[in-house]
């Protein structure tokens, strides 16, 4: 009797995470529909950078007992976002 309740209950969250998952894809595809070319090649870079990053930081080996943890990358990272982020704060204002 326990395993069909838990089973129940099993199948029941499943669903609702499918459905949760599907409404999150839906909306990241509306957002970035939405978005114009600049903006994508905005967007597309800083992801790029931010997978630069973690491959980096993976592949990259202590040499020395030395601990590296990628910081050009990751100081690149910011200063994308920081600019990207004033450009379109600056954008919006003047359209």
């Known amino acids: 009797m326990d395993a069909g309740i838990w089973k129940d209950r099993i199948d029941s969250t499943l669903t609702r995470v499918e459905r949760d ?7 990241a595809r509306h957002y970035f529909a939405r978005l114009d070319t600049a903006e994508r090649m905005v967007f597309l870079g800083l992801l790029v ?9 993976h592949f ?9 943890d990628g910081q050009f990358a990751g100081f690149l990272f910011v200063i994308v976002a920081v600019a990207a982020g004033f450009g ?3 954008s919006g204002q003047t359209a």
Not at 21 to 27: E, H, P, Q, V
Not at 49 to 56: A, S, T, V
Not at 61 to 68: A, F, K, L
């Open 49 to 57: 950078i931010g997978l630069f990053y973690l491959l980096l930081r």
């Open 88 to 90: 379109w704060m600056v």
């Open 21 to 27: 998952l599907g409404d999150i894809a839906a909306g």
């Open 60 to 68: 990259q080996r202590p040499e020395d007992g030395e601990e590296t």
